[in-house]
């Protein structure tokens, strides 16, 4: 398999961004309870949260299609990106976390984590997380994580186009473009 | 359907072009948007950033409440707070002002105000109700942006209240001229069909028009929906399969416009979609599958490109070939495919291969057998989630041949696993195969039991303790085989205490004490005192906790025969007596008590091993008359725990909701002190019986409780879905280990061959015994003649006997027929040529007999039914087989239940083991709806409802609605239901899912009929509060009845046959007019007005309610016929 398209890149060279310790990334025991308990229809396949995370462990997107915890988030957060992060380059893609399973990619310095139920296609989430790095990369011309960090909301805007309720809703380029282009024609008229 | 691919979508970024340069990266790092997330980068500590957020967040409130804050700063400003919550940060204050955003923002900033309500507040939220006129106006308006946005928003959270206040504005979206438009507004829709799918049921047609729509987006969005109720109601949408079938096979031929491909496959989502769909519909279902062989024989062999996303459609398609009926061509196809995938060296799509195979086994074993060298493999591959699904696969295909070789795999990977949900999932699937496959082979089971709680720790569910504890106590088999078995234990656990139990569970060493306690008096080499010193050792450990020194000292009790240990029982006692710990106080009190009386003792705790069940009143009813009197004596009536919560947080919270909404909490509340009267038996007895709960767990597991419904409840012990484990081989650290474990089994042969053998052959031989059993004769053959393993352990299942065989009970029936599903499946698997039917106990038949015969009568007749269960009994002995279903399941009406009228039980849908029967039960105050969910199989169901009614509000009366149907058990779901809307009839509909153990779930629908009538009581009042009443009512109608004659007083008469009949209340009756009052529940009076009149009676009837006058005529005038 070719992987022929931009990778994200950072534009500040490594090690700018001055690492933060890992002590401070306490593993803590987070049961996501929340996800089992939402209506009839959350036990249908699909995508639990979505994080981006860099290699200091530091958050710089997450969405959550479930109902988690302000204060439970962190802690989940930081124990995802713990067992991503101890991954080989060699290692499976996907990773069993709890009673769901995550997915992940890495793009330079930053990581992209899919948390999904345990019936939901793995191969083609991993995917969609490329489709979404392209659509980003269409976007921003050349993505960095410095512009995720300075448009954060139109990321958002971006993704709820792509993902809602934890179902892929799109995966067309361009009808996911369409309404954030409209958006910025008007700021700018 | 096929101008969905012949019109180009070149219309489709219409909405604008994108040429437009975004604004991306404008790093306004002078902005204090850009300082911030500059600051945020340059954190070093968890500490710095507590203190840089908390800054920014004063910083953010002060500017946010400022009124000249304009929208543009505002926006950024939620930007901001998004940041900070993204840290965990909460940032309540702005929750108020990102709807504010959302209202008065334009453009991208309305964006924003609308993304940050989506991100900081949940479906539930009251903020939310705030947002519903800004959607409102925005799905009105003219720009489409803003259209678009609102439906985006109704999309992702909406409350569900307040949906049919939006509903026909999205729903004229469907057909709007912009695709954008007509895909959102789909995806909202299906959103209320995910939230309330009531609201949306008229809508259908117009899904099958966006599934048509000549734009493949909104032909895509649809799909959502159509996949939801495809899973809900396969049978409803097979006409559609040809659609989807063409739909597939264009977009497979690659019809859809260019940017619908990614990396030149097209649209592969939507493929996956579509073939998630297809399996859906061609499950079991031989006609609707061979609709669709050929495109999935052309999708299968479009699989030659080789990418992940490729992968990815093949993996759905291979699924989908293995679940509709199927074709020995594409299966031939799809195992080829699978091969594919396990031999890759690519470790994801190994992965997924191996994630495929595990699904597929579970159709054709035999598929195991062609892979089996690369899943031996894979079992010692170095990534742990390949070995993980490795060992899922082979739980899959474990049989009474290969269970010692599976088990051994698996307790080799709990010994070296970190993760606490893995060990908790693993030890209870270990723990399920080797109680279902054990092979004839008592040291093997304990061996595996013991490695299996050693590992499993405290973390393992606590079923799997219990469903050991009740297996030895029940036995399996024969007397003598029950002796070994338990003597067998009592010598393994006694050496393990002879040993060093430091280190072993709490979980583990309750099992231990119970076991000794109960059966050391088989070891008769051993002095009781032995055993008391052995308990009273773990009571030493430092690490023991209360609850595990409860059940060292109940142990102790039940051995503490002889007079060699008092010494010991003494000075134990006096230590215990005075412990912080109260449970541990009583166990100390009764030990000390019983030891001294040896009479009392052996009454208390006979020994062993009469398989009597002990008969315990679980409603506690003969505490009654103690009740009664203190309540008499001006006690509070007992609340639970619960109840007492949920007035208390009643009167904290500020209610916002309807006053209707709020009417369950409160009645199940108050309905006890609302009565007075505490000598009514069935009060106190529901009173009490809410206190037993606690009183029986804490020795749950020793005492036989099999007779007694309901005390269980949710949390008592499970069925076995995660049965107990058997680890066969013990390694020296382990410590369990047991000295003469030679090797028994082919994988311990191997290891202790010589080092010189080739691994190669040592793999073979693992595989050998690994895939044996797996199918078909040749390769039973090539093993040797494999003898069929006898099934160790039939349990017997005394639940089952005992509440379903009522009325052929033999009194001193000691060992019962075992005729368990356990049973059941292993003798299906020894001799396939046992028919299953004839094996099927015999009450399941006369539930099948139940449900085609039984026919619901009118379901205005009511039955008295006796409280007690023993008339139920009675009756059931002597009535046929439709009223003993009644009885039986009146037996489970819940404490509060009895007593009052309920209504025949009638069925209301079944699946495959499960059925459901419903009844209602007229309370004074309220009108409850008892479901009886009755679980016929041998495995656990999970099933979960939903009840709604366009006339009716459905509330759940239980906090937590039963979830889990054991096996062979019977539950009850209550609802209590209150009037919306007046009519004759009222039908509740409601849909449940079933998830069996195995299968897939799925769902069933069902509806239950209730006459009006239900919810009428009589209305105490006086004639002077009648005619205050009369004036203020502004619904009526008027209409003349026919008089009962040739009785003396015929209005008299007539009024006495309706206050029989349809429960109303005659205030008076003055010469030839009488007046007559109702209500409906609650609280919704109605009143009428009676004159004789020409020999017809004149009725005028007046109510608040509209329609209640009329549907409460046609009642009377029923009533009146049928007299």
Known sequence: MKNELPKLEISEKEGAIPKRKCCDIKPQKVLLNAVNQSALWSSWRMITFILMVNRQGQTRLSRYYQPVKLSQRVALEADVVRCCLSRKRDQCSFVEYKDFKLVFRQYAALYIVVGITDDENELSVYELLQNFVEVLDKYFSRVSELDIMFNLDRVHVILDEMIQNGHIVETNKSSILSPLTALDKMADS | ?1123
């Open chain 2, 1 to 1123: 359907m096929s101008d969905v691919v012949e019109k180009t979508l070149t219309a489709l970024p219409s909405l604008l072009s994108l040429d437009s340069q975004p604004g991306a990266a404008k790093l306004s790092s002078t902005s204090k948007l850009g300082s911030f997330i500059r600051g945020i980068t340059e954190l070093t500590s968890k500490h710095e950033e507590e203190k840089l957020i908390q800054q920014e967040l004063a910083a953010i409130k002060d500017q946010a409440s400022s009124p000249n804050t304009s929208m543009r700063q505002m926006k950024e400003l939620m930007v901001r707070a998004i940041y900070c919550e993204m840290l965990g940060y909460e940032a309540s204050f702005c929750y108020i002002h990102a709807i504010k955003l959302a209202q008065q923002g334009t453009a991208l900033e309305k964006r924003v105000g609308y993304l940050s309500v989506a991100l900081f507040l949940n479906e539930s939220h009251e903020l939310l109700l705030l947002l519903v006129n800004t959607v409102l106006k925005d799905l009105q308006s003219t720009n489409l942006i803003e259209v678009c946005m609102a439906l985006t928003i109704v999309s992702q959270l909406f409350p569900k209240d307040m949906i049919p206040a939006i509903l026909p504005l999205v729903e004229e979206k469907l057909t709007h001229p912009k695709e954008i438009i007509r895909r959102k507004a789909v995806l909202a829709l299906y959103k209320f069909y995910l939230t309330a799918p009531n609201q949306v049921q008229h809508i259908h047609n117009k899904f099958r028009k966006a599934l048509c729509d000549k734009d493949p987006g909104v032909m895509t969005a649809s799909l959502h929906i159509y996949l939801q109720m495809i899973k809900e109601n396969p049978e409803g949408y097979k006409d559609l399969t040809g659609s989807f079938v063409t739909i597939l096979k264009q977009v497979v031929a690659g019809k859809l416009p260019m940017d619908y491909n990614y990396h030149s496959v097209p649209a592969p989502w939507l493929q996956i979609q579509l073939l998630r769909i297809l399996s859906l519909l061609g499950k079991n279902d031989e006609s609707t599958s061979g609709i669709m062989y050929e495109v999935l024989d052309e999708s299968l062999r479009r699989a030659e490109m080789n990418h992940n996303i490729t992968y990815a459609i093949l993996y759905e398609c291979v699924k989908c070939v293995y679940t509709i009926h199927p074709k020995a061509e594409l299966l031939e196809k799809a195992a080829k495919c699978i091969g594919n995938f396990v031999l890759s060296p690519k470790i994801n799509l190994k992965y997924i291969g191996l994630k495929a195979l595990t699904y597929v086994v579970q159709q054709d074993p035999q598929l195991a057998l062609q892979h089996q060298m690369t899943i031996i493999e894979c079992l010692d591959h170095s990534d742990l989630i390949i070995k993980r699904e490795t060992l899922e696969l082979l739980f899959r295909i474990t049989n009474a041949q290969n269970v010692t070789v599976i088990v051994e795999k698996m307790l080799e990977f709990l010994r070296t696993c970190q993760d606490d949900y893995t060990t908790m999932d693993l030890v209870g699937k270990v723990a399920e195969v080797a109680e279902k496959y054990a092979p004839n082979d008592n040291k093997w089971f304990i061996d595996t039991m013991n490695t299996m709680f050693s590992l499993g720790g405290d973390l393992m569910q606590p079923d799997i303790p219990n469903n050991f504890l009740k297996l030895l106590s029940e036995g399996f088999d024969s007397g003598e085989g029950d002796r070994k078995l338990r003597r067998f234990a009592v010598d393994s656990y006694v050496s393990l205490l002879q040993g060093e139990p430091g280190n072993l569970p709490q979980r583990f060493l309750q099992v231990i004490s119970w076991v000794l306690g109960e059966y050391s008096h088989l070891r008769t080499d051993l002095e009781p005192a032995t055993i008391l010193n052995l308990l009273a050792k773990l009571l030493d450990l430092k690490h023991a906790n209360s609850e595990t020194k409860s059940w060292a000292l109940m142990a102790m009790t039940k051995v503490c025969e002889s007079e060699a240990g008092m010494a010991v029982l003494q000075g134990i006692c006096e230590m215990h007596c005075s412990s912080m710990d109260t449970v541990l106080r009583q166990r100390a009190q009764e030990l000390q008590n019983l030891s001294l009386h040896a009479e009392l003792r052996a009454k208390v705790l006979p020994q062993d091993i009469s398989m009597e069940p002990l008969e315990v009143d679980s409603s506690l009813s003969f505490l009654d008359e103690f009740v009664s009197e203190a309540l008499a004596a001006g006690a509070a009536p007992y609340k639970a725990h619960h109840q007492r919560q949920e007035e208390l947080a009643q009167e904290k919270v500020l209610s916002l909701e309807p006053y209707s909404l709020s009417l369950p909490i409160g009645m199940s509340s108050c309905s006890f002190p609302d009565r007075q009267s505490p000598t009514l038996p069935s009060v106190s007895s529901g009173l009490s019986g809410d206190s037993t709960d606690f009183s029986h767990k804490a020795s749950a597991t020793t005492l036989k409780l099999d007779k007694v419904k309901r005390v269980w409840g949710r949390e008592g012990y499970l069925a076995k879905k995660e049965p107990a484990e058997e680890p066969a081989l013990i390694e020296a650290h382990s410590p369990v280990h047991s000295a003469d474990q030679v090797g028994e089994f082919s994988i311990s042969q191997s290891q202790t061959s010589p080092p010189t053998v080739a691994a190669k052959q040592e793999k073979q031989q693992l595989a050998s015994s690994l895939f044996v059993g797996l199918g078909s004769q040749t390769s039973e053959s090539l093993m040797g003649k494999s003898e069929l393993t006898p099934q160790m352990f039939r349990r017997k299942d005394k639940g089952q006997v005992s509440s379903l065989e009522v009325g052929k009970q033999t009194p001193n029936s000691v060992i019962p027929p075992p005729n368990s599903v356990d049973n059941l499946l292993c003798s299906i698997l020894l001799d396939s040529n046992t028919d299953p039917e004839t094996s099927l106990p015999a009450p399941k038949q006369n539930g099948i007999a139940l449900l085609e015969g039984g026919q619901p009568e009118s379901d205005m007749k009511t039955l008295e039914t006796s409280p007690t269960r023993d008339s139920g009994r009675m009756a059931a002995e002597t009535e046929e087989p439709v009223r003993t279903k009644d009885i039986c399941l009146a037996s489970y009406l819940p404490a509060d239940c009895i007593g009052a009228t309920h209504s025949e039980i009638t069925p209301l849908c079944s699946s495959q083991s499960v059925d459901l029967f419903a009844c209602h039960v007229h309370k004074e105050d309220c009108l409850v709806l008892v479901v009886f969910i009755s679980n016929s199989s041998a495995t656990r169901v999970r099933l979960l409802a939903q009840l709604d009614s366009e006339e009716v509000e459905v509330s759940c009366i239980c906090e937590s609605p039963v979830e889990e149907v054991r096996s062979h058990y019977v539950e009850v779901w209550q609802y209590s239901l209150t009037v919306k809307r007046p009519s004759v009839h009222l039908v509740v509909s409601g849909l449940v899912s079933f998830h069996m153990a195995t299968g897939t779930p799925h769902t069933a629908k069902f509806s239950y009929k209730l006459p009006l009538i239900s919810f009428i009581r009589p209305l105490t009042l006086s004639t002077e509060e009648y005619g205050t009443m009369w004036l203020a009512f502004s619904h009526d109608t008027k209409q003349n009845l026919t008089l009962i004659t040739g009785v003396q007083d015929p209005l008299r008469a007539t009024l006495n046959v309706l206050e029989r009949k349809l429960h109303l209340h005659v205030v008076e009756i003055i010469g030839m007019e009488g007046i007559v009052a109702c209500q409906l529940l609650q609280d919704q009076p109605c009143l009428m007005h009676c004159r004789v009149h020409a020999g017809t009676l004149a009725v005028w009837l007046r109510s608040t309610v509209p329609d209640l006058p009329d549907c409460l005529l046609y009642h009377c005038q029923r009533a009146l016929q049928e007299h």
